[in-house]
């Protein structure tokens, strides 16, 4: 093989086995890194087929074609593929190193095949698999050191108040309603956004809170039995919540009996002292425990705002959606264990701020828009359906891909409530594509298989007056 051959087929080899592992990592990212959710819970399996296996296949299988097979079909698809996620890979640290070992890897191997006599196809599979074991090594070794750090540093913290937030609704809006009220008197800090996985959790810690924080709000999510135990036999908080529970990520979970008793799994905080349960969970009594989800009373939700009754309390917050009510009733209950009085709670209810993402009212160009984008639940989805419907405008238009991680029941629950409520459905993604076309029954359905196109339809379909609810925006791969 003349230089020029071999030179050309070292550089593809290894343009070739990072792309493989580009796609790997990405999806290993969705997945929280494991790779046996990766298999057999992805959503878009045939992915794996276009993108990883037939590539592979056709590297043992073409020969001397590879190279336009490669340069001329393959590497253009993954970069199309690339450029159309809405959720693109995150370049952390951990991927870095992943990325890093996996080029070394196989320009090492590479080196020794071309040094090598008679070698006449450099190796994919083999960098690949040591670069994910070895990553994972890496990964398992740092996060023990990690954990260790961070334990260390909330021991430190002698008077620290830690709160542990669960449950399959709504655990980020309690969580943030919780910080925002109690700010008033204590130095708070809350785990932002969506973190809520043990690995998130410790890098928080490490990164981001405050040596002075007086109360530590902790978010906690779950996708199998024993998440929840590893969370909070971690940060030991002496005050849990329990959210409102339900068919989310039942996929995972099997059953709603497996749900509760994974959501349950906090009780067990070796320094708990007072714990808040949602009625849908359980009513069993205990000593620890406050009931929440039955309190409020008058309760009138529209899109001005929520006024509602609470331990005879009038109040009213701009915060959109009746569902909200029973998040912002924990939250009262622990700013009174906390010693905030109701004159204060009054006020501060009153001042709460919306959840960005989750019925967040904009108006823009003479429409309103309801951005529900991070509620992924039935009765989040329901209520701002509901919003909707009390708007006396033009048309009311619908942006959704369904319930994800749910059940058909469910779906079909969402449909109908679809179907008396608004004249364009817009789905997007394949997902629940089949569902909804079947079942919906509305003026006019139109489906996306990605949001691409979705701001030139909702600019030619929509005008001023029209009001828009974005219900539960999934990413792509989903």
């Given at each position: 093989?003349?230089?020029?051959?071999?030179?050309?087929?070292?550089?593809?080899?290894?343009?070739?086995?990072?792309?493989?592992?580009?796609?790997?990592?990405?999806?290993?990212?969705?997945y929280d890194y494991k790779l046996s959710r990766v298999i057999l819970k992805h959503h878009k399996p045939q992915w794996h087929l276009i993108y990883f296996f037939i590539p592979f296949i056709a590297y043992h299988?073409?020969?001397?074609?590879?190279?336009?097979?490669?340069?001329?079909?393959?590497?253009?698809?993954?970069?199309?593929?690339?450029?159309?996620?809405?959720?693109?890979?995150?370049?952390?640290?951990?991927?870095?190193?992943?990325?890093?070992l996996l080029v070394s890897l196989t320009l090492f191997q590479d080196v020794l095949c071309s040094l090598k006599d008679g070698c006449s196809t450099y190796g994919v599979f083999m960098p690949l698999a040591m670069?994910?074991?070895?990553?994972?090594?890496?990964?398992?070794?740092?996060?023990?050191?990690?954990?260790?750090?961070?334990?260390?540093?909330?021991?430190?913290?002698?008077?620290?108040?830690?709160?542990?937030?669960?449950?399959?609704?709504?655990?980020?809006?309690?969580?943030?309603?919780?910080?925002?009220?109690?700010?008033?008197?204590?130095?708070?800090?809350?785990?932002?956004?969506?973190?809520?996985?043990?690995?998130?959790?410790?890098?928080?810690?490490?990164?981001?809170?405050?040596?002075?924080?007086?109360?530590?709000?902790?978010?906690?999510?779950?996708?199998?039995?024993?998440?929840?135990?590893?969370?909070?036999?971690?940060?030991?908080?002496?005050?849990?919540?329990?959210?409102?529970?339900?068919?989310?990520?039942?996929?995972?979970?099997?059953?709603?009996?497996?749900?509760?008793?994974?959501?349950?799994?906090?009780?067990?905080?070796?320094?708990?002292?007072?714990?808040?349960?949602?009625?849908?969970?359980?009513?069993?009594?205990?000593?620890?425990?406050?009931?929440?989800?039955?309190?409020?009373?008058?309760?009138?939700?529209?899109?001005?705002?929520?006024?509602?009754?609470?331990?005879?309390?009038?109040?009213?917050?701009?915060?959109?959606?009746?569902?909200?009510?029973?998040?912002?009733?924990?939250?009262?209950?622990?700013?009174?264990?906390?010693m905030i009085n109701d004159e204060e709670i009054i006020t501060l209810v009153d001042r709460l701020k919306p959840i960005e993402h989750r019925l967040e009212l904009i108006k823009a160009g003479g429409k309103i828009?309801?951005?529900?984008?991070?509620?992924?639940?039935?009765?989040?989805?329901?209520?701002?359906?509901?919003?909707?419907?009390?708007?006396?405008?033009?048309?009311?238009?619908?942006?959704?891909?369904?319930?994800?991680?749910?059940?058909?029941?469910?779906?079909?629950?969402?449909?109908?409530?679809?179907?008396?409520?608004?004249?364009?459905?817009?789905?997007?993604?394949?997902?629940?594509?089949?569902?909804?076309?079947?079942?919906?029954?509305?003026?006019?359905?139109?489906?996306?298989?990605?949001?691409?196109?979705?701001?030139?339809?909702?600019?030619?379909?929509?005008?001023?007056?029209?009001?828009?609810?974005?219900?539960?925006?999934?990413?792509?791969?989903?």
């Amino acid at each position: 093989m003349e230089d020029y051959e071999v030179f050309v087929s070292f550089i593809t080899n290894v343009v070739f086995v990072t792309m493989l592992g580009w796609y790997l990592i990405t999806n290993l990212q969705w997945y929280d890194y494991k790779l046996s959710r990766v298999i057999l819970k992805h959503h878009k399996p045939q992915w794996h087929l276009i993108y990883f296996f037939i590539p592979f296949i056709a590297y043992h299988t073409t020969g001397q074609f590879f190279l336009i097979f490669f340069y001329f079909a393959i590497l253009p698809a993954l970069f199309i593929w690339n450029k159309k996620l809405d959720k693109k890979l995150v370049l952390t640290w951990r991927v870095k190193r992943f990325l890093i070992l996996l080029v070394s890897l196989t320009l090492f191997q590479d080196v020794l095949c071309s040094l090598k006599d008679g070698c006449s196809t450099y190796g994919v599979f083999m960098p690949l698999a040591m670069a994910y074991i070895g990553s994972h090594l890496i990964e398992k070794y740092l996060f023990m050191v990690y954990k260790k750090q961070a334990k260390q540093k909330l021991s430190d913290m002698k008077n620290l108040q830690i709160i542990a937030i669960t449950g399959s609704y709504g655990k980020t809006s309690i969580k943030n309603f919780v910080a925002q009220m109690l700010s008033k008197k204590y130095k708070v800090y809350a785990t932002p956004r969506s973190v809520n996985t043990l690995g998130g959790i410790i890098g928080d810690i490490n990164n981001s809170l405050p040596t002075d924080t007086d109360i530590y709000i902790c978010e906690a999510g779950a996708r199998e039995i024993g998440d929840i135990y590893e969370i909070t036999t971690f940060v030991e908080p002496q005050t849990v919540v329990v959210g409102k529970v339900g068919e989310a990520h039942i996929e995972y979970f099997g059953s709603l009996e497996n749900i509760i008793a994974t959501k349950l799994e906090i009780m067990q905080s070796p320094r708990l002292q007072n714990a808040f349960i949602h009625t849908s969970v359980t009513t069993e009594p205990h000593e620890k425990v406050t009931f929440f989800g039955d309190g409020v009373s008058d309760l009138e939700a529209t899109l001005d705002g929520t006024d509602f009754k609470l331990d005879g309390m009038k109040l009213h917050t701009d915060v959109l959606g009746a569902f909200q009510t029973m998040n912002i009733e924990v939250a009262v209950k622990i700013a009174k264990l906390f010693m905030i009085n109701d004159e204060e709670i009054i006020t501060l209810v009153d001042r709460l701020k919306p959840i960005e993402h989750r019925l967040e009212l904009i108006k823009a160009g003479g429409k309103i828009i309801l951005d529900d984008g991070y509620n992924g639940n039935i009765d989040g989805m329901l209520e701002g359906i509901r919003l909707c419907s009390l708007h006396n405008g033009r048309k009311k238009v619908i942006v959704t891909p369904g319930l994800v991680e749910s059940s058909e029941k469910l779906n079909l629950k969402l449909i109908d409530a679809i179907n008396n409520t608004f004249d364009i459905v817009i789905v997007t993604g394949k997902l629940n594509a089949k569902l909804f076309d079947e079942n919906l029954d509305v003026a006019n359905k139109i489906l996306l298989e990605d949001k691409s196109a979705l701001t030139s339809i909702l600019a030619s379909h929509t005008k001023e007056g029209d009001i828009i609810l974005f219900a539960n925006d999934a990413p792509n791969f989903i």
